[in-house]
């Protein structure tokens, strides 16, 4: 099943401050193979194909983009649900997010989002466009007031693979009626390789991850808005982007030990947020300089503090030491960093399969966790005590009885009652609703 990755640490730190922390299950059970080769489960557990790519969107806008990425599910009226999903194309996508007026930011761009929306018993009623023109839409994040943030992970500029409009934005989606919310760039919350955001409900900041691959490595940001009550359209109004500090750190992969804690966290006016001429992680914050990390990805909210995590760090590619990833938890009211997980293969608790991606609260208590590596692919639950259990695996066979690949799993997210967990496989382009006895 590939590298045996493994976490140790606080494994309960995950899941601060949610319901989640009341639970904890040990699995399901073995995977049942599915005779339609599609997705195995556990025993009592089932599921239907909401979408894949290349059928037929239907509001009659086009085809179902290619590339399913990062999504996230939205209580909509009379027990509905609105799901919207980002597609990660570059300018080499199989299916580009068809064009449509009012929702279009750059015809040349290929990405965007779509969205679905679901009756109670998961059947599609409506499928359509959510944002198109954009690029390389990885993941983001929901807001308080109920919106999605796609976020581009990319900085390419205009003229460059046939974009007409600079890129490296976040948008925002609204994720019953995308006309309201249409294709505007957030271009004060910056212009860099965006992966995922999270927002303080309190304050209304909003925490941001950049997953640079090359030295010198993404930063981990906040945008302080104008307008810090939030709501449709509120982040237009503008603000400032900071870039975290942490005094005497130029790396954060230079620190392997959980619970190593930083006080007084400091915050850096970033230059030139739209990156004119520098991408923001080159650009001069000072003598003091300024924190870097190795592939940041994930972010969510937690309690009272930010999560987020660094996927991994290689020594030969220019990281100060290496890792399997680490989980960092910033305290906005203490200004204080702490490392609450590392990834290795020395510590307590195993986790099959390699570079765990995409990552969501279960509500029944732990993580759902969807594997990104080689051969067969898995989403897999991690329990509040560390317990790893298999939950689903992929059958979708994309490449030849030679040299079979399987589409990663993306976007895991579940249903605003629980009830129904959705998955998206890469590619091919699917979307799933897993039910049963959560």
């Known amino acids: 099943m590939g590298a045996g990755i493994a976490f140790s640490g606080a494994v309960s730190e995950l899941f601060a401050g949610t319901a989640a922390a009341a ?34 969107l239907r509001s009659g806008e086009g085809k179902v983009p290619s590339n399913h990425d990062g999504m996230a599910a939205f209580a909509g009226r009379q027990g509905r649900v609105h799901l919207v999903r980002n597609h990660e194309n570059r300018a080499t996508g199989r299916v580009p997010v068809p064009t449509v007026e009012g929702l279009t930011y750059d015809p040349m761009g290929k990405g965007g989002c779509t969205a679905l929306t679901l009756d109670s018993r998961n059947d599609v009623l409506d499928e359509r466009v959510a944002i198109a023109g954009t690029a390389v839409n ?120 959980t619970g190593t804690t930083f006080d007084g966290i400091e915050w850096a006016d970033v230059p030139d947020p739209l990156a004119t001429e520098t991408p923001i992680r080159f650009q001069d914050f000072g003598p003091k300089g300024i924190t870097h990390a190795q592939k940041l990805e994930g972010c969510y909210w937690g309690g009272t503090c930010v999560y987020f995590v660094s996927s991994y760090a290689r020594s030969g590619e220019g990281s100060a030491a290496d890792h399997f990833g680490q989980i960092w938890r910033y305290d906005p009211a203490r200004r204080r960093l702490t490392l609450v997980i590392v990834f290795g293969p020395d510590t307590d608790v195993q986790l099959p399969g390699e570079e765990p991606d995409n990552i969501c609260l279960a509500p029944s208590g732990g993580l759902m966790v969807c594997e990104d590596g080689e051969g067969a692919q898995h989403v897999y639950g991690v329990t509040r005590r560390g317990e ?31 009830a129904t967990m959705y998955v998206n496989c890469y590619t091919p382009g699917t979307t799933f609703a897993v039910t049963g006895p959560w």
Request: proline fraction near 9%.
């Open 138 to 257: 990885c993941a983001g994040g929901p807001t308080p007031w109920g919106t999605w943030l796609t976020c581009e992970e990319t900085e390419d500029k205009a003229g460059t693979n046939g974009y007409t409009k600079d890129h490296g934005f976040i948008f925002e989606v609204h994720p019953s009626d995308p006309h309201r919310s249409g294709a505007v760039p957030l271009t004060a919350m910056g212009r860099f390789q965006h992966e995922a955001i999270a927002v303080d409900p309190r304050s209304g900041i909003v925490y941001e991850t950049e997953d640079a691959f090359e030295k010198p490595f993404g930063l981990f940001y906040r945008f302080l808005p104008e307008k810090p009550e939030g709501g449709l359209g509120s982040l237009r109004a503008g603000g400032r982007l900071q870039a975290m500090r942490v005094p005497g750190v130029r790396d954060l992969s230079a620190l392997q030990e």
């Open 388 to 418: 790893v259990y298999a939950m689903a695996r992929g059958r979708q066979n994309i490449g030849t009885p030679e040299a079979p690949e399987w589409g990663e799993f993306a976007g895991v997210t579940f249903s605003p009652d629980g």
């Open 23 to 56: 639970q904890g299950r040990t699995g399901y059970g073995p995977l049942v193979p599915d005779p339609d080769g599609l997705l195995d489960l556990p025993e009592g557990f089932r599921y239907k194909v909401l979408s894949r790519e290349g059928d037929d």
